[in-house]
């Protein structure tokens, strides 16, 4: 089984950086598709970044690309979110999840495709 555990989250002012973890295990394939999401109080779950965990091919939401940088250490079995100029709108709880390689190449970071996810940490960005 699965198991994902995020940390790193806390409160930072506007413009502030963050970085989040994310420790996996109970993998049987060496390559994964490690994902972030985030969910507002309100909003629909969004997806942020993903890493292919064999080649490290990575791909960003618009919203965050520039700010964001996803990456990985395979053998600590780790993804990392760096996150840089955060800003108020970018407070929600941030999720890491898993699923196949080939999900990091899809057309759409869509959580529907994710079958495991971790308990989120949160984040707040104040102005």
């Known amino acids: 089984q699965v198991q994902l555990v995020e940390s790193g989250g806390g409160s930072v002012q506007a413009g502030g950086s963050l970085r989040l973890s994310c420790a996996a295990s109970?993998?049987?394939?060496?390559?994964?598709?490690l994902g972030w999401f985030r969910q507002a109080p309100g909003k629909e779950r969004e997806g942020v970044a993903r890493?292919?965990?064999?080649?490290?091919?990575?791909d960003y939401a618009g919203s965050v690309k520039g700010r964001f940088t996803v990456s990985r250490d395979n053998a600590k079995n780790t993804v990392y979110l760096l996150m840089n100029s955060l800003q108020p709108e970018d407070t929600a709880m941030y999720y890491c999840?898993?699923?196949?390689?080939?999900?990091?190449?899809?057309?759409?970071?869509?959580?529907?495709?994710?079958?495991?996810w971790g308990q989120g940490t949160q984040v707040t960005v104040s102005s």
């Open positions: 109970g993998y049987t394939n060496s390559r994964n598709c």
């Open positions: 890493i292919e965990t064999g080649s490290g091919d990575t």
């Open positions: 999840a898993a699923a196949g390689w080939r999900y990091c190449y899809a057309s759409e970071l869509a959580a529907r495709t994710f079958a495991y």
